[in-house]
């Protein structure tokens, strides 16, 4: 499913227009996105959990050269599936 699709069936669940719906939807991604850059994170009961995930610095190799090349630390997004979902895709 892509954007337009998942807008397109927000709209017919929620009885919304599409393009209140596309705003529904952009506003709950920028909501998520601005608390991932603050080190926070935003956790649906049921759904999942959005976080940060910190990387370590390490040292890796470039396939072709096989030399040895030092990869910086970074910040990753991660999602958690929660309990609710995990069951309802196993039952």
């Known amino acids: 499913m892509n954007k337009t ?3 397109a069936a927000m ?3 929620s009885g ?3 393009k ?3 705003k529904a939807l952009k506003a709950f ?3 998520v996105t601005d608390e991932l850059k ?3 994170k935003v956790q649906l009961v049921g759904f999942g959990t959005f ?3 910190q990387r370590a610095a390490r040292e890796g190799r470039n396939p072709q050269t096989g030399e040895v090349m030092p990869i910086a630390a970074s910040k990753a997004p991660k999602f958690k599936a929660g ?3 995990k069951d309802m895709l196993n039952a």
């Open 20 to 22: 209140d719906a596309e």
């Open 38 to 40: 603050k080190d926070g």
């Open 29 to 31: 991604t920028d909501v």
């Open 16 to 18: 919304l227009s599409r």
């Open 5 to 7: 699709e998942l807008v």
């Open 51 to 53: 976080e940060v995930s």
């Open 83 to 85: 309990k609710a979902l």
């Open 11 to 13: 709209a017919e669940q």
